[in-house]
């Protein structure tokens, strides 16, 4: 058997680092028996998937020297490999199962659906799709299709039993079918979940393992049913430990920078990064913590992979890249590596149009431009509140700022531009107001080159993470503080439209 495995991110957002760790795992797992290591684009969220979400995806696992040998951009012989290009596959497979009375046409409403959970949560019971079309006959269900009534199609689950769990890591894990509703596997649109499309074309790509993160456990009943209605051999199962904040919390944005151009923009090494990625929850034979992937492919064996909480500690990681900085790096290679960092001719060239009326002579350029070059601006709460703000105040800005920003599909100086135009105006506030705080967040200074020129240059990663840096400055947004603030930009947003 020829050991096949995927990663299959989603193009909605930030190339996640949960992505790259899972991408390490199964190229690792797939190289080191002589296997083959699959990308594929899971993008039939046709709201939010973009492009420039995908490319994105491609270019960071490419920097941290993640390849794969089949994808999106590496025709095989089981493409295509984006879901918006499998959409006939899908709806033939949704058929099948219909019509061998695996699955049924569901016409309840979203406010039946949402009176049956309100119900079963009041009675303490598991929220589940109570089964109700399934008491359709097939000349109800031919004239609800025939009056055009919008529907679903949901797969069947038994009533009682229980599914074992396979799992190479963890054994036997019993899940009663009593806890797992009944899946939506297509949409009203036409458009497959995520439960029916992940495992057609895991079946299809001819995937051999799957490993993906442990919060995939539930699900894994219902794709063990799927195979099962098919008549497919299920692959095998390697549930990995989520990623954590250093407070064991899930690894998440709001505690954590959690995109790799973050780590790209702030100056890591692909290689150390990548090395840190693997210490997480696995470990080389002799207990060496800095290694290449080179050395993590010689080496691997799933069973080393530890089940306890691994911690992504920021800190941990920023003494490991300097190791790699030592003792990887002459002169030469270090003034190389930085160079194609931040001081390579095309940089500049961006940066250059946004300071060259200012500058008189080359000495005032360094000054100008640090902050391009910079991570986190050194601030103190004086330098972001204005004299007629409060901090409260200053936080709601940075922060409704900060949610507009992570909504941005296109990143760009007009986009920006009308983004802090309508914060103003969502708050009520002159734009100069809005705007002194988020000068001092971006650029560590009261002034600076082209505000919204410069954004764009660093890139929403960077942006954002200062922003988000800001506001920890100013203490922080607490739980209370965020709900509160959420409840109103939610207000705000659906006043908009």
């Known amino acids: 058997m020829i050991v096949r495995t995927r990663v299959a991110p989603s193009p909605t957002g930030d190339p996640h680092v949960g992505t790259a760790y899972m991408a390490l795992f199964s190229l690792c797992f797939a190289h080191q028996s002589g296997g083959q290591f699959v990308l594929r684009i899971e993008d039939t969220d046709a709201e939010r998937s973009t492009a420039e979400s995908e490319q994105s995806i491609l270019d960071s696992l490419r920097w941290l020297g993640l390849d794969w040998d089949e994808g999106p951009d590496k025709p095989g012989p089981h493409g295509p490999y984006r879901q918006s290009e499998r959409l006939d596959i899908y709806r033939e497979h949704v058929e099948h ?40 006959s097939n000349d109800e269900v031919a004239q609800k299709l025939e009056a055009g009534e919008e529907h679903v199609i949901r797969m069947k689950v038994p009533e009682e039993g229980t599914c074992l769990v396979q799992d190479r890591l963890r054994g036997e894990i019993p899940i009663e079918y009593s806890q797992i509703d009944m899946q939506v596997l297509q949409k009203s649109d036409g458009n497959p979940t995520y439960h029916l499309a992940v495992v057609v074309d895991d079946y299809l790509m001819e995937i051999t393992h799957i490993i993906r993160g442990e919060e995939w456990i539930n699900s894994a009943p219902k794709h063990m049913l799927l195979y099962d209605y098919f008549g497919w051999d299920m692959p095998e199962l390697i549930h990995m430990p989520l990623l954590r904040n250093p407070d064991k919390s899930k690894l998440s944005k709001r505690k954590n920078p959690t995109s790799i151009r973050f780590y790209e923009r702030m100056g890591f090494l692909p290689e150390a990064v990548l090395n840190y990625l693997g210490m997480l929850g696995w470990s080389m034979p002799d207990g060496e913590e800095k290694f290449s992937l080179e050395s993590m492919i010689e080496h691997f064996n799933i069973e080393r992979i530890s089940l306890g909480a691994p911690v992504f500690d920021v800190d941990k990681l920023k003494w490991l890249n300097g190791r790699w900085l030592r003792e990887e790096l002459d002169d030469d290679r270090f003034a ?76 760009d100086r007009d986009q920006l531009n009308t983004l802090f135009e309508n914060v103003a105006v969502d708050l009520d506030l002159k734009i100069r107001d809005v705007l002194a705080p988020v000068f001092v967040a971006i650029s560590g200074k009261p002034v600076s080159p082209p505000l919204f020129d410069s954004m764009a240059v660093l890139g929403p990663d960077m942006t954002r993470a200062r922003m988000k840096h800001a506001i920890d400055v100013l203490g922080g947004v607490s739980k209370k503080l965020n709900k509160k603030l959420e409840k109103e930009y939610q207000s705000i947003r659906r006043s908009r439209t």
């Open 97 to 136: 199962l219909v019509e061998q009375g695996h699955a049924f046409h569901c016409f309840c409403t979203a406010g039946r659906l949402a009176e049956m959970r309100a119900e079963q949560m009041k009675n303490k019971q598991t929220t589940r799709y109570d089964g109700l079309c399934m008491s359709l």
């Open 336 to 411: 190389d590596r930085i160079s194609e960092w931040a001081y390579n001719r095309e940089s500049l060239k961006r940066i250059i149009p946004l300071i060259k009326e200012r500058v008189d002579v080359f000495s005032e350029v360094s000054d100008m431009i640090a902050f391009f070059a910079s991570g986190l601006p050194a601030l103190e709460e004086v330098d972001l509140v204005a004299k007629n703000q409060s901090v409260d105040d200053t936080k709601k800005i940075l922060q409704f700022a900060l949610w507009d920003m992570e909504a941005l599909a296109t990143w």
